[in-house]
């Protein structure tokens, strides 16, 4: 799934190659992919002769502010979402969602084979009024509110596992299983550790770990643990260095013991039992 570095990579794209061109149109094959509003001949009206501004990103949510105009199209990727760049002409795939045509021939193309993927628009209200998900997200991860202070006073209050806690977006926004589980490692965390039993230490290198490995990530442009592409249609090229994710029973990096997996509230924890204590 994308997580944090790959939507960050697509924020990048767009802002590379979609800023300041008319917008003519668009078509939803998949009316459902649209949150809001719910009629796709308002969505459509709406962004028709708009140009966007800017893109940014919060947590794996990607907003497009206009110019001239308050509104916000927000869009996730979910499960298998993808936001392509590409001319018109190109053949439809077969699970195209919605279509932007901008008015150089190209298009905005939202390709989601899972459909949980979601674009909304916004306009005349509050972002977070609408993209409800937007009120329930932690610190980003690079700003000062992720501090230490701020970490320790959290996990203090957790008896969940650290695991499924740094999965919970209102801790910190962005982060998935991927580098979840290649930020334990990083910081010698066994995943099912206890939150509120994380010393200082402990708590100072997991956060450093939590933000080497995003901003390594984004510099590789995203990951290839999954299927992701970037707006181009290209995959990044951070698979081949992963710690432990995807790593089953393969030798650690660190201390060749092989890498163990195991589930943790439903979702699958790559981990060195040997680096990462049990506790
Ligand atoms: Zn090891």
Excluded at 5 to 21: D, F, Q, S
Excluded at 260 to 270: A, D, M, Q, Y
């Amino acid at each position: 799934l994308p997580e944090l570095p790959e939507v960050e990579t697509v924020c990048r794209g767009l802002n590379k190659l979609t800023l300041g061109i008319k917008i003519q149109g668009g078509e939803v094959l998949l009316p459902r992919t649209l949150a809001y509003p719910v009629s796709s001949q308002d969505f459509l009206q709406e962004i028709q002769n708009r140009k966007i501004d800017s893109w940014s990103r919060r947590g794996k949510y990607l907003l497009a502010h206009f110019q001239d105009c308050d509104a916000c199209l927000g869009v996730h990727l979910r499960m298998s979402g993808q936001l392509l760049w590409l001319s018109q002409d190109i053949n439809l795939h077969k699970h195209t969602r919605i279509r932007l045509f901008f008015a150089n021939n190209q298009e905005l193309r939202f390709v989601d084979t899972r459909t949980f993927g979601k674009i909304w628009w916004v306009k005349g209200q509050e972002t977070d009024a609408v993209i409800t998900g937007l009120q329930k997200l932690g610190p980003e991860p690079f700003s000062p509110e992720f501090s230490e202070d701020y970490l320790a006073q959290k996990l203090e209050k957790s008896n969940r596992c650290i695991k499924t806690l740094l999965l919970d977006q209102g801790l910190v926004a962005g982060i998935g299983n991927i580098y979840a589980d290649e930020a334990l490692f990083k910081s010698g965390i066994h995943p099912t550790a206890i939150a509120s039993s994380l010393n200082l230490k402990e708590i100072s290198g997991l956060r450093t770990a939590i933000i080497t490995i995003l901003e390594k990530a984004i510099a590789s442009g995203g990951t290839t643990f999954s299927d992701f592409l970037n707006i181009m249609g290209v995959n990044g090229n951070y698979g081949g260095v992963a710690w432990v994710y995807g790593r089953k029973g393969k030798p650690c990096r660190v201390c060749e013991t092989p890498i163990e997996k195991l589930k943790i509230n439903g979702r699958s924890s790559h981990f060195c039992p040997n680096c990462q204590f049990p506790r």
